[in-house]
């Protein structure tokens, strides 16, 4: 008995360290997979290792502080929210792929008790018009003629309505998008460009991508060998003037200089986007959002004249949602008939990169997705696996080997109770943003690369995201002797593909100071007088604003619910004293919740950028249009005596 009991324990004290290595190491790759913040696998050179501990961002002009993103502080705030039930549960009846469509015989029961041949459909063509006058951009022509088909028909046009009919009683109603080849004039292209994909999240921020969406982090992670810019802050409030650098490397302010004038009724037409400067090369554009009511042109905002693009799937969104539209929750229809708008949205995508890729022509294509994310903190992590498998498509169908894919977000949350901690308020100015670059790209320009990877722990903005993707356009130009000798007479945008200073500051990237993450703070007496005459000016700062719109409703203060000092610090101010309060308060009537940085000087405050409502204003300022002041009115018409 003691020889066996010998030789059971020998091998098992042999293999038990063996057992707990290897268990180590799998507890190691779940944890990183699920909460990793290192944006690379990318050997980062020793002489950019700096101590980071407590850090994401520790340069000597930006300090942005690692936040876990499961803090006690706000997975208060985390739930799971509930898929939405499209069309009541009752099934599409006609699906489509690259080219058709065609009905699908297991859904022919919830339509009708009749045998299929009794089913007779239809398609219609439609199509954008261009607006007259100081129409919104919103306008649809539909053909006259429907087109009959049976079971299945080849489409050969790019937007159709479908319609069938048992007898003459209607059944059924459905809307496809489709990518026909267009023709496209093409200036002649030397040598093999590189297609620009963008892929946009709307009200993400990056510590919320990997908490909702885990699974579509860690394949870009992973699989994709993506790089996270891990010190991404955004510029302004909203989506405008968050994507407005991206597009065409101008502030919102600048723009509405250089674009709108009285006889164009500030429409978009004249103004420097990107995807015109590929278009010019020969590249095929396209540019698509859902949730189009309230889209990146349009909401509370007169679009574009001409079809800015040569795809530009915003209209059949629209006219999809204005018709079939279901589940209707807050700001979107989360559904067009039987299916999620998003996973439509995604579908497109798909079919507009696999039929460039067949035909082989070089495309830049923009694409902005809010039906998902943009009103609820936790309605993403629905979306997790289809986005998972959008890209894994993509990526093992070899669909990405000739292009620069850049997946983003323009801010976190905007609203909610997670706004009102500090966490939330972080991470609402640092949205995400993800590069996958083909490996022969990163072979051939490994100066430009490692650069790339070291700006991941730098402060960057949108108007670097800009620069990089005019990069993309002149990729042969990326050689050392053209970024050591690139123009860096500017203090506001810098490509990625060049290092950036260690020393950059949110002034000199012209980040306003509410928008800074770089700003070491500590939370103060939110009730001693500083505090509150802080706040009273900023209420008053707002009534200003509403001069001339009397039917707004002079507003006063009510509580100040959260106070904190913000110092820049030595580092960055060099010596000179700059203090900023940032201040939560509450006003009335209405209960609008505010945030607000003010800097104090010579007993004079200042507003940093712009004042921000953290929670929803609704109804409460219908009476007005203007998109900035609706943040701030109170109809006196809501006033009850």
């Given at each position: 008995m003691e020889t066996k009991e010998r030789r059971w324990r020998v091998p098992s004290l042999f293999w038990l360290p063996l057992i707990i290595f290897a268990v180590l190491l799998f507890v190691m790759d779940v944890f990183q997979s699920q909460y990793a913040l290192i944006p690379t696998r990318v050997q980062i050179s020793e002489d950019f290792t700096t101590e980071l501990k407590g850090f994401l961002i520790k340069t000597p002009g930006c300090r942005i502080p690692f936040m876990d993103p499961f803090d006690p502080t706000v997975t208060k705030f985390i739930h799971k929210e509930k898929k939405p039930v499209c069309n009541d549960g009752i099934p599409p009846l006609i699906d489509s792929n690259l080219t058709s469509i065609y009905l699908i015989n297991s859904s022919v029961a919830n339509y009708t008790d009749q045998d299929i041949t009794a089913i007779k459909c239809c398609y219609q063509p439609f199509y954008r018009q261009e607006p007259g006058g100081t129409d919104g951009d919103n306008k649809i022509k539909f053909e006259k003629k429907c087109i009959p088909f049976n079971v299945s028909a080849k489409i050969s046009h790019e937007f159709i309505k479908v319609v069938c009919k048992v007898d003459t009683v209607s059944i059924y109603t459905d809307f496809f998008s489709f990518v026909p080849i267009k023709t496209v004039k093409r200036n002649h292209l030397e040598r093999s460009e590189l297609n620009v994909l963008v892929v946009g999240i709307d009200a993400i921020s990056r510590l919320n991508f990997h908490r909702q969406m885990p699974t579509t982090v860690d394949y870009l992670l992973r699989n994709m060998s993506a790089v996270e810019l891990l010190g991404y802050n955004k510029v302004g409030d909203n989506t405008f003037p968050n994507l407005i650098p991206v597009l065409t490397g101008l502030s919102e302010t600048t723009l509405e200089e250089v674009c709108w004038n009285d006889d164009n009724n500030k429409r978009f037409d004249s103004c420097p986007f990107i995807w015109k400067d590929f278009k010019a090369k020969g590249f095929v554009t396209s540019f698509g959002e859902d949730s189009s009511w309230m889209g990146i042109f349009n909401y509370l905002r007169k679009g574009f004249r001409k079809q800015p693009t040569d795809y530009m799937w915003g209209a059949f969104n629209r006219i999809s949602e204005n018709q079939i539209g279901n589940s209707h929750n807050m700001n979107v229809e989360e559904c067009v008939g039987g299916r999620e708008v998003y996973k439509v949205f995604l579908d497109y995508i798909t079919n507009f990169v696999v039929t460039m890729d067949n035909a082989k022509l070089p495309y830049f294509a923009f694409y902005?997705?809010?039906?998902?994310?943009?009103?609820?903190?936790?309605?993403?992590?629905?979306?997790?696996?289809?986005?998972?498998?959008?890209?894994?498509?993509?990526?093992?169908?070899?669909?990405?080997?000739?292009?620069?894919?850049?997946?983003?977000?323009?801010?976190?949350?905007?609203?909610?109770?997670?706004?009102?901690?500090?966490?939330?308020?972080?991470?609402?100015?640092?949205?995400?943003?993800?590069?996958?670059?083909?490996?022969?790209?990163?072979?051939?320009?490994?100066?430009?690369?490692?650069?790339?990877?070291?700006?991941?722990?730098?402060?960057?903005?949108?108007?670097?995201?800009?620069?990089?993707?005019?990069?993309?356009?002149?990729?042969?130009?990326?050689?050392?002797?053209?970024?050591?000798?690139?123009?860096?007479?500017?203090?506001?945008?810098?490509?990625?593909?060049?290092?950036?200073?260690?020393?950059?500051?949110?002034?000199?990237?012209?980040?306003?100071?509410?928008?800074?993450?770089?700003?070491?703070?500590a939370e103060i007496e939110k009730n001693n007088s500083l505090v509150v005459e802080a706040a009273t000016f900023a209420v008053e700062y707002m009534n200003l604003q509403l001069e001339g719109y009397a039917q707004c409703a002079n507003l006063t203060l009510e509580s100040i619910t959260d106070a904190r000092l913000m110092t820049h610090g030595e580092h960055i101010t060099n010596g000179d004293e700059v203090k900023d309060y940032m201040i939560i308060f509450e006003t009335v009537p209405g209960n609008g919740v505010f945030e607000v940085t003010l800097r104090n000087t010579a007993k004079h405050f200042e507003v940093m950028g712009t004042i921000s409502r953290l929670n929803l204003y609704g109804k409460q300022s219908a009476c007005i249009t203007d998109f900035h002041l609706k943040l701030y009115c109170y109809c006196k018409n809501l006033l009850v005596d």
């Open positions: 902005w997705g809010a039906s998902l994310s943009h009103d609820y903190l936790n309605k993403p992590s629905l979306g997790d696996t289809n986005y998972l498998n959008f890209f894994k498509n993509l990526k093992e169908n070899g669909r990405l080997n000739n292009t620069a894919l850049v997946v983003m977000s323009d801010h976190g949350i905007r609203w909610g109770d997670i706004r009102q901690t500090y966490q939330g308020q972080m991470e609402e100015r640092l949205p995400f943003v993800f590069m996958v670059l083909p490996e022969w790209y990163k072979r051939q320009y490994q100066e430009a690369y490692s650069n790339l990877v070291k700006n991941t722990r730098r402060l960057t903005t949108p108007y670097d995201l800009h620069e990089t993707l005019k990069d993309f356009l002149n990729r042969f130009n990326l050689t050392h002797d053209f970024l050591q000798n690139r123009n860096r007479n500017i203090s506001r945008g810098y490509s990625l593909f060049n290092e950036i200073s260690p020393k950059r500051t949110c002034e000199s990237a012209e980040i306003a100071s509410h928008w800074c993450t770089c700003q070491q703070s």
